[in-house]
């Protein structure tokens, strides 16, 4: 009996103790940003940590991991132990695009689980200020009278500008030149402001404060809803392209194998983050549209994503669209 009751005492004892060891997080949380500090995944998932440490009592950790179009970030996040602690936040390119263009050591879909379909940045389509057309009926009619004059700047092959202008050009039967720009957005949009590249298809993130400032001029937003951050500009089905819509939009995910509590908190944390009214205006300010909370789970991210690929792979890979 003395003994049966020495078990108990010690188990007692020791049980606060598992109880730690299996909660979870216990420790900081790493999101891998597969591109640069300041960007677009840069900037949102700096905005997102703070409100999601207050959820998981945690620390949420960027590293930035560059290079190859995103697929280094992602590949060290496919490999990373699958324990909750990694978390790959990325986009339309990094999660969908690349898949399509790059021979990949990891598999976007079976490699990866969704955690939370997080905000989606539709495109502008702006152009030089002094381009004849006053708006995209008009800049599709001057593209059609001038096949192959005109020249949009991209970030490089399999780019979300690159992607963008041809499924521009298959829509409306254009033809136009891609000049890639190495250092992305900021140099495409500094030779645009210049009037030295006639047009191009960014993230309303990146383009709106040329808009704004009068710099360049915008058709048309590549979403059927106006922007809350810009709501002068027309919808591409209102300016005359029907139906071409293009975003980037933005994911949490974590190695396969993650254990469902894990998936679960982490879900749970980016809803609460997303729901937050200083997060929320920090992000419509941005031009970011924040999808209604059953949008925004780990299911939803799934098929969203699954739905991405069965419409972007047919059209990249036809394009014959290859990786420098």
């Not at 188990?11 to 999101?31: D, E, H, K, M, W």
């Not at 496919?78 to 990694?86: E, L």
Request: aromatic content about 8%; overall charge neutral; proline content about 8%.
């Amino acid at each position: 009996m003395r003994k049966a009751s020495l078990v108990a005492i010690c188990v007692a004892l020791l049980s606060p103790g598992l109880a730690r060891a299996q909660s979870y997080p216990s420790r900081p949380i790493t999101f891998i940003v597969p591109f640069g500090a300041g960007g677009p995944v840069d900037t949102l998932a700096r905005n997102l940590s703070e409100a999601m440490r207050a959820s998981l009592g945690q620390p949420v950790v960027i590293e930035n991991v560059t290079g190859a179009s995103g697929t280094l970030g992602v590949a060290r996040a496919a490999r990373a132990a699958p324990d909750g602690y990694t978390v790959s936040i990325g986009n339309w390119p990094s999660h969908i695009v690349n898949g399509a263009i790059y021979t990949l050591p990891y598999d976007v879909l079976k490699d990866f689980e969704p955690v939370a379909r997080l905000p989606s940045n539709p495109y502008v389509v702006v152009a030089r200020r002094d381009l004849p057309a006053t708006d995209l009926k008009e800049l599709i009619a001057w593209l059609t009278a001038n096949p192959d004059k005109a020249t949009q700047g991209t970030a490089g092959p399999g780019s979300g500008q690159h992607v963008s202008g041809i499924y521009f050009q298959k829509v409306t039967g254009t033809r136009f030149a891609f000049a890639p720009y190495r250092a992305g957005s900021s140099e495409i949009m500094r030779d645009l402001v210049a009037g030295h590249i006639d047009l191009t298809f960014d993230q309303a993130i990146t383009a709106l404060p040329h808009v704004r400032s009068g710099s360049v001029k915008a058709y048309a937003v590549t979403s059927s809803n106006r922007l809350s951050a810009a709501p002068d500009i027309p919808t591409i089905d209102e300016a005359g392209a029907p139906g071409v819509y293009v975003s980037t939009w933005y994911g949490l995910w974590v190695p396969t194998g993650t254990p469902q509590e894990a998936v679960r908190k982490l879900t749970t944390a980016a809803m609460d983050a997303l729901a937050d009214p200083t997060v929320r205006q920090r992000l419509t300010d941005l031009g970011q549209e924040i999808p209604p909370r059953d949008q925004q789970t780990a299911e939803a991210l799934a098929v969203h994503q699954k739905a991405e690929i069965e419409k972007w792979w047919p059209l990249i890979k036809a394009a014959n669209i290859k990786a420098e």
